[in-house]
T-cell receptor
């Protein structure tokens, strides 16, 4: 089945130790998103890729970086995780057609990051 | 500033009750309003609404958009314990999805 896959589902890292979360999709969607969701809060958009074009949210810390080597894969790199970065990280995809046709957004299962 | 507000923040009902969840939005270049259900995992898609006044229905769930009032409601009839979850709404404005903080629904047997 076409889907959005995130690995790992659970990640434990140490304070300051770089960590990479991965997302892959078989939907052939051209837009991929990374969200951070903390407990009892709405998902917060970190950045998104429109094809190869990277779009960073103004308030996303520099500590967060992303790579999209091809259509199917997107990575979230946290260079020096702090305790405040512990959260669920959600990857999502959508297909952006031309014009104003609305489109749905599909989420992966998320990676829960713990920082010790 | 673009924002989406949901109410109530939490709700506790008994099985069989009917609930109405509210979502209001203030965004530029509005395209659509989406509803998601989130249990202890990623959000799962419920509805996408683009036109005012047209109800979308899936089993016991239904939703409608009011573009004049910049709002949407999600109705759940004959609630079941499996409906317990956080319900998120999001306004789509092109490549951006603005999420509300969600309504936490608890259905008691």
């Amino acid at each position: 089945d076409a889907m959005v896959i995130q690995n790992p589902r659970y990640q434990v890292t140490q304070f300051g130790k770089p960590v990479t979360l991965s997302c892959s999709q078989t939907l052939n969607h051209n837009v991929m998103y990374w969200y951070q969701q903390k407990s009892s809060q709405a998902p917060k958009l970190l950045f998104h890729y429109y094809d190869k074009d990277f779009n960073n949210e103004a308030d996303t810390p520099d500590n967060f970086q992303s790579r999209r080597p091809n259509t199917s894969f997107c990575f979230l790199d946290i260079r020096s995780p702090g305790l405040g970065d512990a959260a669920m990280y959600l990857c999502a995809t959508s297909r952006e057609p031309p014009g104003l046709t609305p489109y749905e957004q599909y989420f992966g299962p998320g990676t829960r990051l713990t920082v010790t | 500033e673009d924002k989406v507000v949901q109410s109530p923040l939490s709700l506790v009902v008994h099985e069989g009750d009917t609930v109405t969840l509210n979502c209001s939005y203030e965004v530029t270049n509005f395209r659509s309003l989406l509803w998601y259900k989130q249990e202890k995992k990623a959000p799962t898609f419920l509805f996408m609404l683009t036109s005012s006044g047209i109800e979308k229905k899936s089993g016991r769930l239904s939703s409608i958009l009011d573009k004049k009032e910049l709002s949407s409601i999600l109705n759940i009839t004959a609630t079941q314990t499996g409906d317990s979850a956080i319900y998120l709404c999001a306004a789509n404005t092109g490549n951006q999805f603005y999420f509300g903080t969600g309504t936490s629904l608890t259905v008691i047997p």
